[in-house]
């Protein structure tokens, strides 16, 4: 093969490559939320509230600067939740994770102060909880109780719904009142995988508690983590980078 042909077959076809020119790569951050801890400083206003953001810039002061507005959560946490929460320095990227194509489902874990009766738990399962216009509140794809008392219990659901808000509202209207909602998972991110040890749910009085100062001390030092973007989320992100700046391309060569 002459030198002009090596060089044809060792390069990617256009379709193939992306468009690295105008390629930034974007990043993702797992924090863990507070329970009473609010998401960003609208929250706070008029309020005396521990901000999640503000705790964010102490730790990573160079990204979760107040000059980087480009930095903003995946996916919103109530006030009275915890858990995992994602960020990320892009817009398009966050978007994603709220596409068709992906739509990650919210896993949590609740515990519920009530009497978890076994027509409560047929409700649940089968989707039969539903609010006073007769709408479905909430639809839960996985449904699992962990530990089950007399008047407290720990339960597992996944869920498409992305306010906890309204995961609350569904298990009201079976008297059950979540005393606590802790985010676990979004989508493949789980909060076990990217932070072990930070919760213990062993089966005693002290439920979902930290039990050692092991565990607080752990909690404290792994607050925010950069993680890889899973490649079924990069190959979205990658093809939607590359057909946007192909109609830019267009319009241009159009225009000439």
């Known amino acids: 093969l002459s030198k002009a042909s090596k060089v044809a077959a060792s390069t990617p076809s256009r379709s193939d490559a992306p468009l690295e020119s105008s390629y930034v790569y974007p990043r993702v951050w797992a924090a863990v939320k507070y329970r009473f801890e609010g998401m960003n400083s609208r929250e706070a206003i008029g309020k005396k509230r521990a901000i999640l953001m503000e705790r964010l810039q102490i730790m990573l002061p160079k990204v979760f600067n107040p000059k980087n507005e480009s930095i903003r959560p995946v996916y919103r946490l109530s ?3 915890e858990g995992l929460a994602l960020y990320t320095d892009n817009g398009e990227l966050a978007k994603l994770f709220h596409s068709p194509q992906l739509n990650f489902p919210m896993t949590f874990r609740l515990r519920v102060h009530g009497k978890l009766k076994p027509e409560k738990i047929d409700a649940i399962q089968h989707g039969k909880i539903h609010g006073k216009d007769g709408k479905k509140i909430v639809n839960f794809e996985e449904f699992r109780v962990d530990a089950k008392g007399a008047s407290n219990s720990w339960i597992t659901v996944k869920t498409y719904e992305k306010d906890p808000k309204k995961i609350e509202q569904a298990f009201e209207l079976l008297y059950l009142q979540c005393t606590r909602l802790i985010c676990i998972g979004i989508g493949p991110y789980t909060l076990p995988s990217i932070f072990p040890g930070l919760y213990n749910y062993a089966n005693d009085k002290k439920q979902g508690e930290s039990k050692s100062k092991t565990d607080k001390e752990r909690l404290q030092q792994n607050q925010v983590k950069e993680i890889p973007i ?8 990658l093809q939607l980078q590359n057909n946007r700046m192909t109609r830019k391309q ?3 060569k159009n225009q000439q």
């Open 250 to 252: 267009t319009k241009v």
């Open 79 to 81: 006030y009275k939740s």
């Open 230 to 237: 899973v490649p079924d989320l990069h190959k979205l992100f």
